[in-house]
């Protein structure tokens, strides 16, 4: 590779290489892969996806764009019924956005179209070629940058094909690992993720998995225990990500949904000795409700019933 070009020839390189991709990933279309949406709106809806709250002033700000511009997005999208408003806590002249349900949906569907979109693409080369081109996109990332710039280090997705023997084999290696538990668990979890799937309700049960740069880093289950009463399952957090607060926020979440959906209660099931996960669930207003004593997983246990009023 020539290292002496001069800058005319960079800039003409850069230029061809921007066509190309743009090209490449459809931006130039009308919609978005084939969506109702353009680039800019599916990016606007990522960043309202993938953030609490956010004002209309910090979108503006991160993704660069015109207010006014950001503000006819959004008013679009608040009379399609994807975005709610509310008053900032710590200043009500400032409107707090976030996706409701039917925004969540939507953009569900569009983040399942660019999955599938880029494995297409991906599905074309090969191993060592894929892993070049992820890291040259890395690089031109980093160079690029001018400054760090504060991201989540994660998001939550809905699961997808493969999350749930994903789900599985990390429980079982994981509290094999963590709590010497025989295979019993990991058979005890293969049932419970093959029931869900087998009577999935869409409308009123969820999982999601915490993803990180395409690694999946947790999971948690909201499952229909009876029409008013929901139940937590499977909350787990890989061990290299823990103290980024996502385990927290996978039960947070799990907890608005089911309010969303007019749950009257959660409850989950759990072990005394798992320790961070029930100061989730204390921080998160659930009680100890009941505690009975245990011969499971190849050890004596303490199994406790927690629940919360939503």
């Not at 090969?126 to 998001?155: F, H, K």
């Amino acid at each position: 590779m020539s290292r002496s070009r001069t800058a005319s020839e960079s800039v003409a390189l850069v230029r061809r290489f921007n066509r190309f991709y743009t090209r490449q990933i459809g931006a130039l279309n009308s919609g978005f892969l084939d969506s109702p949406f353009s680039l800019t709106e599916v990016r606007v809806m990522y960043e309202l996806a993938h953030r609490p709250k956010v004002t209309a002033t910090q979108l503006c700000r991160d993704l660069g764009l015109d207010a006014g511009y950001v503000s006819r997005i959004l008013q679009r999208f608040e009379k399609r019924g994807f975005i709610d408003r509310e008053a900032a806590r710590s200043d009500g002249r400032q409107r707090m956005l976030r996706l409701t349900r039917k925004g969540r949906d939507t953009f569900a569907g569009v983040e399942t179209r660019q999955h599938d979109a880029v494995r297409g693409m991906l599905s074309g080369l090969s191993v060592p070629d894929r892993l070049q081109m992820v890291e040259a996109m890395q690089q031109i990332e980093g160079l690029l940058s001018a400054a760090p710039r504060e991201v989540a280090p994660y998001v939550l997705r809905p699961h997808r094909p493969g999350d749930m023997g994903w789900v599985v084999q990390r429980h079982g290696e994981l509290y094999a690992r963590e709590y010497n538990w025989d295979e019993r668990f990991e058979a005890l979890v293969a049932h419970i993720v093959a029931d869900f799937v087998d009577h999935f309700d869409a409308e009123r049960e969820r999982c999601w998995i915490a993803e990180r740069a395409g690694v999946n880093l947790g999971s948690v289950f909201c499952v229909k225990k009876s029409k008013s009463v929901a139940k937590l399952r499977l909350l787990l957090v890989e061990p290299e990500a823990r103290g980024l607060g996502i385990g927290k926020h996978l039960v947070a979440e799990c907890i608005r949904f089911a309010r969303e959906k007019g749950y009257k209660r959660m409850t989950l099931w759990t072990n005394s000795l798992l320790h961070t996960a029930r100061h989730i669930y204390e921080e998160e207003g659930f009680k100890l409700v009941a505690e009975e004593k245990h011969h499971s997983f190849g050890h004596d246990l303490v199994g406790q019933n927690w629940e919360v009023e939503l």
